[in-house]
Structure formats: structure tokens, C-alpha cells
């Protein structure tokens, strides 16, 4: 399958700081990417999808202003939690498609585990 | 009706045995399905697509039942590695919807 890497793969950070996470598609052209939120125990959450330069479209209760997008090649996309906080905790995860149609596979990054302070 | 569920199990079965599992989905304009398996604190891995047809990848074999609206997913010949977690999803808009996952243990 495709590989999709993604760092950091854990970050531990203060209450109100900033965290950037990156997801690239290392053998494949990305049209599209996907970022992804779970919490232990529970069903992987679509938070946003994005598409190569264009804005990224985020689902109901997901705010934009706080996890920003962007996905600015067909290799690279970034998620930056802005004033992060301890309920922000979670594991996120990014994946890849090549196509634009949800035929095409999915494949996941390795994700990201997220504490905050 | 959530839109995609899974038995959460855990099902525990004997090294050796056939296990099957069941995911329903709401939408019958769904068009594709996949099975990911996910181990734990790790990401879910693709481990193949359900195809109207049926199809078998070694032990795995997935089926598509688009009359009762569900998929399936069976292991044959259960290893202690295929101790995991199962998900599935479903697509019924642009994006893939996933269930919660049925958890398998296999016993030696």
C-alpha cells in the first residue's frame, strides 16, 4: 500500500501554545487528505478534509479558527490546534487518497499523539 | 440509526477458528466499502476493499450485502497476530465514514 508519514508522532505541550502537525504522502500524489481525531476507545472522527489549494472543509462542530488547515502541495498537509488545551488531548491522524472520488483507498498516516499540559 | 455500527465485541476465539463480523451502514446510496484493521495506539491499516462481487485475500474474505444494507468480513484459520481491532467504512457522501470497530483476540 501507499505510505503516508506523519510528525511529529508525539508531542507533549503547555496549555495555550501552539502545535503544528505534518502529513505527507511519500510515494503517491495526495489530491486529497483527511485529518482525523480519536479518543481512547472511541470511532475515528473526521474533523476536516482538505483538497490540494483549496480551503479545507470541516465538519459540524469542528472549528476552523482553532485547527488550521493547509494543504499546500499534493505531497503536504499541515494541522496547527492554535491555544491548545488538556481537551485537545487526543490521538490525530491524517490519511491520503489520490483521487478526489471515495473509491480510492484511504491510507493513514501513523498519527499524532497530542497531550496537553 | 447511527450510520455505520459494529458489534464492538471483544470476540475471543481459539487459534485456529473461523470468525465473521458484521458492519451495518444507514445510507443505501453508499458506494464504497472498506475493512481497516487497527492495532492498538497505532493508526488503522487498509486491509481490503468490499467489492459487490465478494472477494478473498488469503484467510479474508468480504462480502457486500446491499440488500440488507451490511458487510462482512471473515478470517479463516485465526492467528494470534490478527488480534486487532476491525473497522469498517462506508462512504455514503465524498467522505469515508468509519464504524467504532469489533474487537478480535486470538487465544493460543
Known amino acids: 500500500g501507499a505510505v503516508v508519514s506523519q510528525h511529529p508522532s508525539r508531542v507533549i505541550c503547555k496549555s495555550g501554545t501552539s502545535v503544528k502537525i505534518e502529513c505527507r504522502s511519500l510515494d503517491f500524489q495526495a489530491t486529497t487528505m483527511f485529518w482525523y481525531r480519536q479518543f481512547p476507545k472511541q470511532s475515528l472522527m473526521l474533523m476536516a478534509t482538505?483538497?490540494?489549494?483549496?480551503?479545507?472543509?470541516?465538519e459540524q462542530g469542528v472549528e476552523k479558527d482553532k485547527f488550521l488547515i493547509n494543504h499546500a502541495s499534493l505531497t503536504l498537509s499541515t494541522l496547527t490546534v492554535t491555544s491548545a488545551h488538556p481537551e485537545d488531548s487526543s490521538f490525530y491522524i491524517c490519511?491520503?487518497?489520490?483521487?478526489?472520488?471515495?473509491?480510492?483507498?484511504?491510507?493513514f498516516g501513523p498519527g499524532t499523539r497530542l497531550t496537553v499540559t | 440509526r447511527k450510520e455505520v455500527e459494529q458489534d464492538p465485541g471483544p470476540f475471543n476465539v481459539p487459534e485456529g477458528a473461523t470468525v465473521a463480523f458484521n458492519c451495518t451502514y444507514s445510507?443505501?446510496?453508499?458506494?464504497?466499502f472498506f475493512w481497516y484493521r487497527q492495532d492498538c495506539r497505532k493508526e488503522p491499516k487498509l486491509l481490503m476493499s468490499?467489492?459487490?462481487s465478494g472477494n478473498e485475500d488469503g484467510r479474508f474474505t468480504a462480502q457486500l450485502n446491499r440488500a440488507s444494507q451490511y458487510i462482512s468480513l471473515l478470517i479463516r484459520d485465526s492467528k494470534l497476530s490478527d488480534s486487532a481491532t476491525y473497522l469498517c467504512a462506508v462512504n455514503p457522501y465524498s467522505t469515508l465514514t468509519f464504524g467504532k470497530g469489533t474487537m478480535l483476540l486470538v487465544s493460543p
Open positions: 490519511s491520503a487518497r489520490a483521487g478526489t472520488s471515495s473509491a480510492y483507498e484511504q491510507y
Open positions: 482538505s483538497n490540494e489549494g483549496s480551503k479545507a472543509t470541516y
Open positions: 445510507n443505501s446510496a453508499s458506494q464504497s
Open positions: 468490499v467489492y459487490s
